[in-house]
């Protein structure tokens, strides 16, 4: 009889070892972006760049440790245009948004050539599929960051770019949920592209919907008419 309980509190107790894996599966890493040490004059473009890259390969967000709110204004306009949620918020603390994210259950990858190689550290990464906040640095980053983050991060140990490294990361870190970062859906906006072989093809999403709406009328009409005269 003891065996038999025993058993069945252990069934039990797998089953919600199991459903809590299942759980863990199932539910998205977040991943944002912190930009550290933006220069207003020298660093608009790139800041641009690292943040339409994290947006198209799907980070939820992006903290600009810097009052500069032209980078807010153009991704603003870009998720108007070509949809998604994604933001960029200007922050006046890059510690205390550490802490923060930290103290919320999230890790934190510091972006730098210095770090442990992308491959290397991977699957420690993928083991705790905790929410991620990546940080990458303009310019010299303060030092601190090396002791605040979880993991220091090389995408390859040689000098490259910021947005090099972030597009690579994302990829690998979609991958370790089974998706592609290149087939990040957007909802909403105005426009999309119609992939081409050759030529450009963008169309208006207002009249993608029409057309939808209209083939999705005609087709329950169809089968109206087919009910009908059977
Ligand atoms: C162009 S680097 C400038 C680095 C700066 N001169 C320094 O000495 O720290 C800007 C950012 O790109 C990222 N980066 C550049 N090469 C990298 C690499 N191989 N692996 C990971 N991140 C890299 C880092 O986030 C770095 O802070």
């Given at each position: 009889?003891?065996?038999?309980?025993?058993?069945?509190?252990?069934?039990?107790?797998r089953?919600?070892n199991?459903?809590?894996r299942?759980?863990?599966?199932v539910?998205?890493?977040?991943i944002?972006i912190?930009?550290?040490?933006?220069?207003?004059?020298?660093?608009?473009r790139?800041?641009?760049?690292?943040?339409?890259?994290?947006?198209?390969?799907?980070a939820?967000?992006?903290?600009?440790?810097?009052?500069?709110?032209?980078?807010?204004?153009?991704?603003?306009?870009?998720a108007?245009?070509?949809?998604?949620?994604?933001?960029?918020?200007?922050?006046?603390?890059?510690?205390?948004?550490?802490?923060?994210?930290?103290?919320?259950?999230?890790?934190?990858?510091?972006?730098?050539?210095?770090?442990i190689?992308?491959?290397?550290a991977?699957?420690?990464?993928?083991?705790?599929?905790?929410n991620?906040?990546?940080?990458?640095?303009a310019e010299?980053?303060?030092?601190?960051?090396?002791?605040?983050?979880?993991?220091?991060?090389?995408?390859?140990?040689?000098?490259?770019?910021?947005?090099?490294?972030?597009?690579?990361?994302?990829?690998?870190?979609?991958?370790?949920?089974?998706?592609?970062?290149?087939r990040?859906?957007?909802?909403?906006?105005?426009?999309?592209?119609?992939?081409?072989?050759?030529?450009?093809?963008?169309?208006s999403?207002?009249?993608?919907h029409?057309?939808?709406?209209?083939?999705?009328?005609?087709?329950?009409?169809?089968n109206?008419?087919?009910?009908?005269?059977?």
């Amino acid at each position: 009889m003891v065996v038999a309980s025993y058993n069945t509190f252990d069934w039990a107790f797998r089953g919600i070892n199991l459903n809590a894996r299942m759980y863990i599966h199932v539910k998205p890493m977040r991943i944002t972006i912190l930009r550290l040490g933006h220069r207003i004059q020298r660093d608009q473009r790139i800041t641009t760049h690292v943040a339409l890259t994290a947006r198209a390969l799907g980070a939820e967000g992006m903290l600009l440790d810097s009052d500069d709110s032209g980078i807010e204004k153009s991704l603003n306009e870009a998720a108007a245009r070509w949809g998604g949620s994604f933001y960029v918020r200007r922050i006046a603390s890059w510690k205390s948004e550490i802490k923060k994210w930290k103290e919320a259950g999230g890790k934190v990858v510091h972006l730098t050539m210095y770090g442990i190689n992308l491959p290397d550290a991977i699957p420690q990464i993928a083991a705790d599929r905790g929410n991620l906040m990546i940080v990458v640095g303009a310019e010299k980053v303060p030092p601190e960051i090396y002791e605040l983050a979880d993991w220091n991060v090389a995408v390859g140990n040689q000098p490259h770019s910021e947005v090099a490294a972030l597009a690579i990361i994302l990829d690998r870190l979609m991958a370790i949920e089974g998706k592609d970062a290149l087939r990040t859906q957007f909802t909403g906006g105005e426009i999309e592209i119609v992939p081409k072989k050759r030529g450009k093809e963008v169309i208006s999403k207002s009249i993608t919907h029409t057309r939808k709406m209209w083939a999705c009328s005609v087709r329950s009409m169809g089968n109206w008419l087919t009910r009908r005269h059977k």
